[in-house]
């Protein structure tokens, strides 16, 4: 599905057709600069079809090229959005592939089953699905429970598991029932899944100028007015100074003025924004929230999954004075061995781990299951060994019942477990206190780094946990993060992201759950998972089709590349001009003021040959740049100042200096064939 | 060194130590916060009891404009009805008549904006109750307009959001008060104690050694000037304004209003710095405008110093530098520095003749005035260097990875339409304004004018060009020097440099102001690691080559006509 290659054959092929259809003028209009340019190479048509049998205004053959390279210009431009928009739309199409006609079985009203075509259902319409169907459109489980294989969507091919009630109960359109039987109830009129609006929006129909993007054009339209105006002028200018002027050659330092570069990219680094966004398996409603996915000053990250590996595991046996290891561990061993929750797995992974061999259930034993009452559980052995492993508390009690003395280190171990960000399980037997096992969160390797990262971006990372804030504080401190929600109830979420935005932040959070939707539409980018719960996936202005806690991080570079990538081609744009203007001033007035020869600082050959060499270095470094413009210009987290230096001198200085080569080389081609 | 090097060092060393207290002083006298001068406050109670005005009503953006724009209405009217009915008037010793519709026009656009290009001279065009009433009373309250307007911009930065941003009367009033009035006392002291007269008697006479009798044009004048340079105005008591020996007498004069005039542009964006509680910002930016300033400045010293290459080439030392057009009592070096001066600010006054320097010389003047930020008119000044800052903010802050802000506040397509505009107006009025003029003197050089367009220019070809472009580029800048040797009195000149003063002034003014406010009101966002900050070196060398750009591309090709083309033509 995915395809890194900038260039596949096919899409330049629909790309290039393109280019020629968005010549339409009605089309052309939406880009100011371009369109300005467009009008000149029409102009250059008529000057061309003229200069045949008058004279006056230059060769035919020179005023032929200029309209040539003026053409090619708006054709390349035309092309940087029309790969930009194939690349998305092969992306959608490959999605929408999943979603051709499926059948839904819609249960009626009076129990009946009828067959119906998936666009004919109706918001609120419920459909069976059993094994081996497809699921037709996106839906709540309303009864059931089903393994689900969602890898149409995500890529990730182990099933997961859908059920009605709580936050697990969405269905997508176009994934597969594994097994199991459910009934979905339609949660979006047809052709306005979350997989149409995306489709729809990729494919740029729908696609809608962002703020920036508007604030940008504007710029750019202003700075093409300063450049007709100063295009315009230079007739009665050069009439005074008695030099006729061409229109080919006014036309020419027009076009070459106007920022054709970043005009020409403009809109293909708008929607190559949100295809890397999709690259990643994120699905954004609006280009906006790509944009100020790139502002986001807070992040809030949920700590289970995101921060920590899921479950807690076992690091450490401390055995009591007198107890040794061995002993301990295998104690430790037999309580968990029917203990099938991960933490009780982890307890047997790490005694493995340490060298300790594990001879199985001795025969005759009986488990007992942990329960709420006795908030221990472990086994007793046919030869009378009664093992329990359980919370602190609970064991002394046992212990301190049955007459004996709680070991004072243990209780030590306890504590120290405890302030360490760890859950500590006491281990006895035959009501004799045998050490206690330590349990940690596993911070997901490589995460303090990524946060790291964050905070040099100047975004603040929040952890929210339903732990204690002494365990809370632990993790936190571990994993890097700047602040914590301990003991986090759903308001607290939403009361932590309304206190930082009345300071003016943006937050920016992931959530899953029902209770997550309020926060989730508080917060100014909400990305909901997938799998999540559709009232989730409704309020967040992000859907995550990985439901990767993490992928917040690199929404929030694509968010910020996409900024950074305008402001440099903007830059380096405008920057361009200065060689140019060296280029084609001295060229204009050459004949009549012999003198200005000196601002001919390229020593380009003759007038003719310096104003083709300019438009030519004009038209062409728009493809040139088209490869960055979709992969967009790298983000470095070095800060502000430091990263403004860095492409004021990349893009600014190289601006500046790149057409100085580039027109002067062009010009010493043209030399070899004139 | 030479000791005229010496003396504009000292000069511009002595215009620091007093422009950096006060910077820090009005920062306090606008904030209201206690200042030595506070024993002012009865008169300043007296002057808003008799005006009916309510300092303690808080204005936002649009209130501040409508005042500004409504006294500023009123003051044309008042002063155009005195220009053309001056003679019927009294204090018009020398009977001088009264001005044509469209002089008058021209001249009271250009007081009323602070530009104060003259048509006219002052010996004869106008009477000292004009001089006084009129265009002296204009010098004093466009001063304190540009000023006002200033304070309304740092105002909507001093909190986090706001749209209550002071009283435009209290900041005008103050301005006038506490600063210009002042001053200008001492100043006008200073100049009187040296010659310049400040007197209402009538034209002076005397027999010269040859037996002719010459009249000597005095009058109030002395005030006048004073104010002329502290409120960046220029417009000159005398037709030769500071080159007249009654206006500037001699070197210590020459340092006075060389000093006047730069203080207050210099002080107010000191006074930025510490009114918005970020002084690292004003000096910042106080540092891309010095950079500025001596940028220009430097290459016009040496082109001055140097002489004149066509003199050169005829084999005659010119020891001096180049001296036609100078004063002796002066020198190259003090009217090098005076040029460069009164160019980047905009007071447009001058102690030597502008047509005379040397074409890179011009071009520098030219480049100046063009750009109009560097220090700038009084309180203008910050106004028109602002678009730039908010120019380089937008750019640069999407080359750091965030949608763009300053000083806490989201800059979005509202205000970046603003500033476009504003971007836009120079490069329009100056290169519309010479397009037309050009295409006049070309193609209708008989039009029955006052002067003819074909006899407009005393030297036609480059220096022509640059003559004309001159008289825009200084009406748009609201500079007023001419560059001289342009036959300017007549309806053509009158009417399109007075249309192009009046946009060049007002629309600068509400442009900024309006940003300004609209910024003010938006939600504050605090800064963090990723907020690009203003105050650094990178960001002062991003407006920095803003402005620059932005300038060099709009004005490369008549640049190339005028000056350049001159400059190069005559190395051959």
């Known amino acids: 599905m995915k395809s890194n290659k900038l260039f596949e054959p096919a899409l330049v092929q629909t790309a290039l057709k393109q280019s020629f259809i968005k010549l339409d003028p009605r089309v052309m209009v939406r880009n100011p600069v371009m369109f300005n340019v467009e009008v000149g190479t029409i102009v250059m048509a008529y000057v061309t079809i003229y200069s045949f049998s008058h004279s006056g205004q230059g060769s035919a053959l020179y005023n032929f090229f200029i309209f040539l390279v003026l053409l090619l210009t708006v054709l390349f431009a035309n092309f940087a959005e029309a790969i930009a928009e194939a690349r998305g739309k092969a992306q959608a199409d490959s999605l929408r592939k999943t979603r051709e006609e499926t059948p839904a079985k819609v249960l009626l009203t009076n129990g009946t089953i009828e ?79 979350f997989l149409d609006k995306m489709i729809a929006l990729v494919e740029g129909a729908s696609r809608q100028k962002t703020p920036n993007e508007i604030a940008l054009t504007i710029l750019l339209a202003s700075f093409t007015l300063v450049f007709i105006i100063v ?60 944009e100020t996915a790139g502002d986001i000053d807070v992040l809030l990250l949920d700590k289970t999954g995101t921060i920590t590996i899921g479950n807690r595991k076992a690091t450490n046996f401390y055995p009591t004075a007198g107890v040794v290891i061995k002993a301990f561990t295998d104690a430790c061993v037999l309580s968990s061995l029917a203990d099938e929750t991960p933490e009780g797995k982890s307890i047997i992974e790490l005694a493995n ?70 859950t500590p399980l006491v281990v006895s037997e035959n009501e004799k206190a045998l050490g206690v096992i330590e349990l940690q969160d596993i911070i997901k390797p490589g995460i303090s780094e990524r946060f790291e990262r964050l905070r040099k971006m100047g975004v603040k990372t929040v952890m929210v946990t339903g732990d204690n804030p002494l365990t809370a504080k632990y993790i936190a401190e571990k994993a890097g993060v700047d602040d914590f929600i301990a003991e986090a109830k759903p308001e607290d979420k939403m009361n932590y992201i309304k206190d930082e935005q009345a300071l003016g932040k943006l937050v920016a959070m992931m959530g899953d759950g029902t209770n997550d939707a309020p926060a989730l539409a508080q917060a100014d980018v909400g990305v909901a998972m997938n799998s999540g719960t559709q009232a989730a996936k409704e309020a967040g202005n992000m859907v995550d089709l990985d439901n990767d806690p993490t992928k917040l991080i690199e929404i929030v570079e694509i968010g910020k590349q996409l900024l950074i990538t305008r402001g440099t081609l903007t830059t380096f744009s405008i920057a361009n001009d200065v060689a140019k203007y060296f280029a084609i001033v001295p060229a204009l007035f050459i004949a009549s003021i012999p003198a200005l020869q000196s601002l001919n600082i390229m020593g380009l050959h003759t007038p003719e040959s310096a104003i083709m060499s300019a438009v030519i270095f004009n038209a062409i470094i728009i493809p040139i740049l088209i490869p960055l413009a979709l992969k967009g210009v790298a983000y470095k987290p070095i800060g502000a100042t430091a990263l403004l230096r860095r492409n004021l001198f990349i893009y600014g200085i190289g601006g500046v200096v790149a057409p100085f080569i580039g027109i002067k080389l062009i010009d010493l081609l043209i030399g070899l064939f004139v | 060194m030479n000791t005229e090097l010496i003396g504009i060092i000292a000069t511009f060393l002595l215009t620091l130590i007093i422009a950096f207290p006060l910077g820090k ?19 300043e109670k007296g002057i808003y009891k008799l005006s009916g005005i309510n300092v303690k009503e808080q204005m936002n953006w649009k209130e501040q404009l409508k005042a500004l724009l409504t006294i500023n209405i009123l003051w044309l009217v008042y002063g155009f009805f005195v220009l053309i009915f001056q003679n019927k008037l009294p204090l018009n010793p020398d009977g001088n008549p009264g001005m044509t519709a469209d002089l008058a026009f021209n001249t009271i656009i250009s007081f009323v904006a602070n530009c104060n290009l003259q048509h006219y001279s002052g010996e004869s065009g106008v009477s000292y109750l004009t001089q006084q009433f009129v265009l002296m009373f204009l010098q004093f309250v466009s001063a304190a307009t540009g000023i006002a307007a200033a304070v309304v911009l740092f105002k909507a930065f001093r909190d986090k959001t706001t749209t209550q941003l002071g009283n435009f009367w209290e900041f005008f009033v103050k301005s006038i008060t506490r600063l210009l009035l002042p001053l200008s006392i001492v100043i006008a002291l200073i100049l009187s104690f040296n010659g310049t007269p400040a007197s209402y008697d009538a034209k002076d006479q005397f027999i010269s050694v040859q037996g002719d009798t010459v009249n000597v044009s005095r009058g109030p004048a002395a005030q006048m000037i004073a104010i002329k340079h502290l409120g960046t105005n220029g417009g000159g008591y005398f037709g030769a304004n500071s080159a007249h020996p009654f206006e500037n007498p001699g070197y210590l004069t020459n ?68 001296m036609e057009g100078k004063e002796v009592r002066f020198g190259p070096a003090a009217t090098a520095y005076w040029s460069t001066l009164t160019t980047v600010i905009s007071t447009g006054s001058v102690n030597g003749m502008h047509d005379s320097t040397m074409p890179l010389t011009g071009l520098w003047q030219l480049l100046a005035m063009m750009i109009n930020g560097f220090y700038g008119g009084c309180g203008v000044g910050i106004l028109n260097y602002f678009i730039y800052l908010i120019i380089a903010v937008f750019i640069s802050g999407l080359m750091v990875g965030r949608t763009p802000e300053f000083l806490g506040h989201k800059v979005e397509a509202r205000e970046i339409k603003i500033a476009a505009i504003i971007t836009l107006l120079s490069p329009f009025l100056i290169l519309a304004g010479t397009a037309i003029s050009s295409y006049v003197f070309t193609n209708y050089g008989d039009a029955g004018w006052a002067v003819q367009p074909k006899n407009w220019l005393s030297n036609p070809g480059f220096h022509g060009f640059s003559e004309m472009l001159y008289e825009v580029t200084s009406s748009n800048a609201n500079n007023g020097s001419g560059f001289e040797g342009l036959g300017d009195n007549n309806i053509f000149w009158n009417v399109l440099t007075g249309i192009i003063i009046f946009l060049g002034r007002f629309l600068p003014i509400i442009g900024p102001v309006a940003i300004a406010g609209l910024l003010g009101a938006k939600k504050f966002i605090p800064e963090s690691a990723g907020t690009l900050k203003t105050d650094t070196k990178t960001f002062a060398l991003m407006t920095f080559a803003v402005i620059l750009v932005l300038n060099a591309l709009s004005y490369f090709p008549a640049l190339a006509l005028g000056p350049l083309a001159e400059y190069f033509t005559m190395l051959k």
Request: glycine fraction near 12%; aromatic fraction near 6%.
């Open chain 1, 115 to 193: 067959i119906r075509s998936s666009n004919q259902l109706k918001k609120g319409d419920i459909f069976v699905c059993e094994t081996g169907d497809t699921i037709p459109t996106d839906g709540e489980i309303i009864e059931g429970i089903a393994t689900i294989d969602e890898s149409a969507i995500t890529g990730e091919s182990a099933p997961v598991i859908r059920e009605s009630g709580g936050d697990k109960s969405s269905v997508t359109g176009g994934t597969k029932v594994l097994s199991d039987e459910i009934k979905v109830q339609v949660s979006t009129a047809p052709g306005e899944s």
């Open chain 2, 25 to 43: 002083y009005l920062a306090k006298v606008f904030a209201g916060e206690k200042v030595w001068t506070d024993f002012l406050k009865p008169l």
């Open chain 1, 231 to 290: 295009c315009v002028t230079l007739k009665p200018f050069a009439n005074y100074a008695n030099t006729p002027i061409t229109i080919a050659a006014l036309i020419s330092l027009f076009v070459c003025l106007i920022p054709t570069t970043i005009g020409g990219l403009l809109s293909a680094i708008g929607i190559a924004g949100m295809d890397r966004a999709l690259r990643a398996n994120v699905i954004t409603k609006s280009g906006k929230a790509v």
């Open chain 1, 353 to 422: 781990e340490q060298g300790f061999k594990n001879s199985g259930t001795p025969s005759g034993s009986t488990f007992i299951k942990f329960t709420a009452e006795t908030r221990s559980s472990g086994l007793d052995t046919a030869d009378g060994r009664r093992i329990r492993k359980g919370a602190f508390d609970s064991i002394r009690n046992i212990v301190e019942k049955a007459g004996n003395i709680f070991p004072s280190d243990i209780e030590e171990h306890v504590k120290s477990i405890a302030t360490n960000g760890g």
């Open chain 2, 255 to 322: 340092m006075v209003e060389m000093i006047a005039q730069v203080i207050i542009p210099i002080a107010m964006v000191i006074a930025f710095g510490y009114f918005i509680r970020r002084r690292k910002l004003g000096w910042t930016i106080f540092g891309v405008m010095t950079i500025g300033l001596f940028m220009l400045m430097i290459p016009t010293l040496s082109a001055e110093l140097g002489g004149n290459p066509a003199i050169a080439k005829l084999g005659i030392s010119q020891a001096t530098g180049a």
